[in-house]
């Protein structure tokens, strides 16, 4: 059974740093492009960025830009979402997913959330 | 950016009847070169994941109830429940990821009248 399961989500102060994990199983995570998406509260869903199998490539949304990296460690089989710089406009619940069809693809499987709240 | 715009936001339906949600890209979506439209639709319960239903526009995923349907091309697009069912309630959002970045519609509420 393919999973997704995250962790390291929290309470942050404006200008403080969080980073979010999200290991796989079921499926060996080097073969596939994976992405993050994130909810603020009462909002839609928004795509945050990407990376692809070997982690060589990444791209990210305007808003987070310069302030949030991905990365992978394909020999954990984890994904990694490292936020800098937050502000309380990033204030959700972020998704790790699996991307099936490369750099432009539908989501197939979604980890459960991690909820990121920047307060002080 | 490509703009994704749903209609209606919110809608009521009693068991049984049909709904129809539909989503209208600012930009084609469809691949000339596959012939393939570059849209998805989920379904988002509270304090759950979203859940793929629709990819290329009318793919539907295995295990998805086939009362659910996607149609549409270009712009245009159309998810549909032939019989809604309790468990439907639910947000729907469209999504293309034609091009980055990938954008959702706003998403459409589904409730029982």
């Known amino acids: 059974e393919v999973q997704l399961v995250e962790s390291g989500g929290g309470l942050v102060q404006p200008g403080g740093s969080l980073r979010l994990s999200c290991v796989a199983s079921?499926?060996?995570?080097?073969?596939?492009?994976m992405y993050w998406v994130r909810q603020a509260p009462g909002k839609g869903l928004v795509w945050v960025s990407r990376i692809n199998t070997d982690g060589s490539s990444t791209t990210y949304a305007d808003s987070v830009k310069g302030r949030f990296t991905t990365s992978r460690d394909n020999a954990k089989n984890a994904l990694f979402l490292q936020m800098n710089s937050l502000r309380a406009e990033d204030t959700g619940v972020y998704y790790c997913a699996r991307g099936p069809y490369g750099s432009r693809s539908y989501y197939d499987y979604w980890g459960q959330g991690s909820l990121v709240t920047v307060s002080s | 950016d490509i703009v994704m715009t749903q209609s209606p936001d919110s809608l009521a339906v009693s068991l049984g009847e049909r709904t129809t949600i539909n989503c209208k890209s600012s930009q084609s979506v469809l691949s000339s070169s596959d012939n393939k439209n570059f849209l998805a639709w989920y379904q988002h319960k509270p304090g759950q994941p979203p859940r793929l239903l629709i990819y290329w526009a009318s793919a539907r995923l295995s295990g998805v109830p086939d009362r659910f349907s996607g149609s549409g091309s270009g712009t245009d697009f159309t998810l549909s429940i032939s019989s809604l069912q309790a468990e439907d309630v639910a947000v729907y959002y469209c999504?293309?990821?034609?091009?980055?970045?990938?954008?959702f519609g706003q998403g459409t509420k589904v409730e029982i009248k």
């Open positions: 999504q293309q990821y034609y091009s980055t970045p990938q954008t």
């Open positions: 079921g499926f060996i995570l080097s073969t596939d492009w």
